[in-house]
DNA sequence: TTTAGCACTCAGAGAGTGAGAGTGCTAATG
DNA sequence: CATTAGCACTCTCACTCTCTGAGTGCTAAA
């Protein structure tokens, strides 16, 4: 690729910027007035019918405006595009959700979900998924009454899980104690996969249990290893979608959102390499065809423990990729932060904030 | 209201039912043709003439059909409306859902609400909210190592929470022993209002805490009582919406749409009064004027314990009404039997179904 | 009471028109 | 040689007008 002369690089940058404010192809007059009319129409109608050529913008039909091409679009992104810090009110709004009470995550996704997708406007998905193996640290089995007890499972991905469950039968509190003996023995640090039933049969043996309370503990444990696992994912403000020219056409915008809504695609959708990176695939660059005509932006977001987020928008090609990037940094920085990634350490106590139903906490006094 | 001939009868239900098929209005013709030309057009055009004179069908404009008024759908869904089975495809689908893994209320919610719109067609909302005051019935406090324990919480409702707590400072097990018996003794039973810092205060006297042990658990404890009650709603398939020709308008469309994505606006919405009974208002019925040329179909189904839950249907006046009651209440149906509404009783154990990560769970052995 | 016939109404599709925006080209200018 | 003003040209969009067809209400006959 030959490299630009800088007047072009600013033209270019000028019909990205118009045209992504005005969703209308911009003509040589607007882009001369943009730059101060330093040139006249007639240089700038020059200089864009060579960029035209050079395959960076394009004209919808011959007497219209000019509008970038997704190659256009690729050297704003990687070149031309300013830094931007995002409005401090939308700071303002960021942080005090963030600071909210983040209880669990997948009431965290949806709020950073839909944080996200009213700043900036287009649908945003949330995901984090497990990087790693987990296995159960330890069992507790808390005695509540004859025919009640509760499982309580630390993971080694710093979770707990439990479940209450109710009998038919009766327990004894002695007969739970031995159990959960039994179970840290056998059931702890191995990976989900080798709780098999030939273990709890021993298991069962083991503790002279015929009434298949080890088969309900079993059976729990590795669903909640499964869930434990499991990719959330949330997709929020895809009707905001309709609020953008490109989508009025309503058939348009409901196989986008479709597209959106099968976690199976979404987990398809390009991602950062490393926390912090912003990753941008424009236009024919998705691999999907439903997003041949629009933009992916999303960025990683470190959690510690063995959880990795992502947050991502979706939008026409004419996205407002510097206001995007300025608000997906943000928000990450927060989450990463908050949720007490790599540069974080041990935080302190913060009224009522970063308590954790399932998660991890850490918990500071003077 | 004076009541209608069965011919009158006859003809709206087919205008109903013709008007819901096509969303066009209908025709003296074509209702002549429904009704297997027992009667010429043009008999049906002067009875379809007096129905519209009684408020019960307008016309769009002079030289159009005639399309039902609200108060013609009314009376279509009190009196002319059939009751209509499910196809056997849906309903196994609706089954297999059900019969999954439904490990926790908001996930429950989300499939609910997805497979209700899914199949309807039309955008579905699911909540389940508390109806009680809880309690909270136990505390354990698990030590996991000098500096990490683990808070468990049994509620009067039956649901349990747990969090995980790493400190900087040390713990021993001795401590959390003695913690654990002053918070069993001074925090439970009582309200989620009555935990006052003199409470605190005084429970750290009694156990000579000043690490703020106590506060850290206490501040936990009322942050979960909060959220044990908190209202779960989901919103699925607002997409949906835009399928159908009235919502062509974006503008429209959007509105509705953000309409249902409040949650403060939802709990508004008409609610039936018991678990089974469905609830229809018809267009201007709706107080929200949002939804004042739309309809809502809400049922109630019952969970057993202190929940209860709602699956609603938006749609437009045109819905098909008698297709919805039927999915709703099947799907009502299922899920009562499922959570254990007041019919079922102590559930058998199904291989890995009904596990709950959070909530009740009946399991019996032989 | 029902029906056939007929004049009437009106929305919506299609064709035609004019205005306006923007272009590329050419010739003049510094 | 780069830049600019001028100009003819192109094409979309909004608007108007006309025509068609569906459906009506009324009237008179069965």
Redo the contacts with the bound molecule.
């Keep these: 690729m030959t490299s630009l002369s800088q ?1 072009k690089k600013e033209i270019l940058r000028t019909v990205v910027e118009l045209f992504v404010k005005g969703a ?9 007035e943009a730059l101060g009319s ?12 060579e960029l ?1 050529s050079m395959g960076l913008l394009e ?8 509008i970038p091409s997704s190659n256009g679009y690729r050297i704003y992104v990687n070149d031309l595009m300013q830094d931007q810090n995002i409005s401090s009110d939308d700071a303002k709004v960021i942080d005090s959700t963030l600071d909210g009470h983040l209880t669990e995550t997948p009431s965290l996704l949806d709020k950073v979900g839909s944080l996200t997708s009213r700043l900036t406007t287009y649908p945003a998905y949330a995901m984090s998924s497990m990087t790693g193996v987990i296995s159960i640290v330890r069992f507790d089995l808390i005695y509540v009454d004859s025919s009640t007890f509760i499982i309580v499972v630390l993971l080694s991905n710093d979770t707990v899980k439990n479940k209450l469950v109710h009998l038919t039968t009766n327990v004894e509190q002695t007969m739970l104690t031995r159990l959960s003996a039994v179970l840290n023995a056998s059931f702890t640090g191995i990976p989900e996969e080798r709780i098999t039933p030939a273990l709890i049969t021993s298991s069962e043996r083991a503790i002279g249990d015929n009434t298949g309370l080890v088969a309900v503990v079993a059976g729990f444990t590795i669903e909640l290893l499964i869930e434990a696992k499991t990719v959330g994912t949330r997709v929020s403000g895809a009707i905001n979608l309709l609020s953008h020219p490109e989508y009025r056409d309503v058939d348009k915008a409901q196989r986008i959102i479709r597209y959106l809504s099968d976690e199976k695609e979404l987990a398809r959708l390009p991602s950062p390499e490393t926390p912090g990176e912003i990753k941008i695939t424009i236009g024919p660059e998705n691999l999907a065809d439903e997003l041949r005509d629009s933009s992916v932006m999303a960025i990683k977001y470190d959690t510690g423990s063995d959880l990795q987020g992502l947050i991502g928008v979706v939008g026409p090609t004419r996205m407002d990729y510097s206001k995007v990037a300025a608000h997906l940094s943000y928000m990450a920085q927060g989450l990463s932060w908050l949720l007490g990634g790599p540069g974080s350490e041990v935080m302190q106590l913060k009224a009522s904030s970063k308590v954790n139903k399932t998660g991890d906490d850490r918990v500071g006094e003077e």
């Design positions: 007047r209308e192809p911009v003509g040589s007059k607007a882009v001369a330093s040139v006249s129409s007639a240089t700038i109608r020059s200089e864009m019918a035209e004209q919808p039909h011959t007497s219209a405006g000019r």
